[in-house]
């Protein structure tokens, strides 16, 4: 079992910058493959970035490449989601989650989400 809990959401102006947090709990955490996803109003929840257990291997969505990293800390079980030159059409909850087999669709577990919001 992973429980994960989001952090580091706010209101921030187009061009800015904000680092979001994922706590993990448990002993497995570097057993499983993480990634950020985010969902806007009226939009269907999609993928924005993932990372291997290891952090050998990363992998973004076409709209955030060149804009957003995505890193982990196993040390203390957390992921990060730094987000850079942001748009308003980045605006959304953004939900980390965790997964056991990096070939997997689906994701076994999902934090609660936290909210971006970037103003024009």
């Known amino acids: 079992q992973v429980q994960l809990v989001e952090s580091g959401g706010g209101l921030v102006q187009a061009g800015g910058s904000l680092r979001l947090s994922c706590a993990a709990s448990g002993r497995t955490f570097t057993t499983y493959h993480m990634g950020w996803f985010r969902q806007a109003p009226g939009k269907e929840r999609e993928f924005v970035a993932g990372i291997s257990w290891s952090a050998e291997r990363t992998y973004y969505a076409d709209s955030v490449k060149g804009r957003f990293a995505i890193s982990r800390d196993n040390a203390k079980n957390t992921v990060y989601l730094q987000m850079n030159i942001l748009k308003p059409e980045d605006t959304a909850v953004y939900y980390c989650?965790?997964?056991?087999?990096?070939?997997?669709?689906?994701?076994?577990?999902w934090g609660q989400g936290t909210q971006v919001t970037v103003s024009s």
């Open positions: 989650a965790a997964k056991r087999s990096i070939t997997a669709t689906a994701y076994d577990y």
